[in-house]
């Protein structure tokens, strides 16, 4: 029991990387960026109803199946550059609520 325990701990630690920043997995500093990646991940997961991330090339190739400005603003969620991410929820908001979501 206590090996199966360990295992099922191993796996989802594993499953939980996949919504972290590049800058995480790095170990280099963090900022609200990485809230904003996670979000990103968990908003397209939560539209394609499966797992959106690939290692070698992010969330963007499945991005193209949704509304442009709802893509870019999950674009800028998943930047790898944190620089280009939202800084605010005020601004994330804000694209949102161009997109239609208010």
């Known amino acids: 029991m206590q ?3 360990g295992a099922l701990a191993d796996t ?8 972290r920043a590049p800058e995480q ?6 900022g609200v960026g990485v809230d ?3 979000c990103g991940v968990i908003a397209s997961e939560m539209l394609f109803g499966r ?3 690939d290692e070698a090339r992010g969330v963007a190739p499945m991005l193209g199946a949704i ?6 603003v999950l674009e800028t969620c998943v930047e790898s550059d944190p620089e280009r991410r939202y800084h605010d ?4 908001a804000q694209a949102l609520g161009e997109c239609g979501f208010d």
């Open 36 to 38: 904003f990646f996670a």
């Open 12 to 19: 989802r630690a594993q499953e939980a990387l996949r919504y």
């Open 25 to 30: 997995l790095a170990g280099g500093a963090v």
């Open 51 to 53: 797992q959106v991330m």
């Open 89 to 92: 929820a005020g601004a994330a």
């Open 67 to 72: 509304p442009s400005r709802l893509r870019r």
């Open 3 to 5: 090996a199966s325990l």
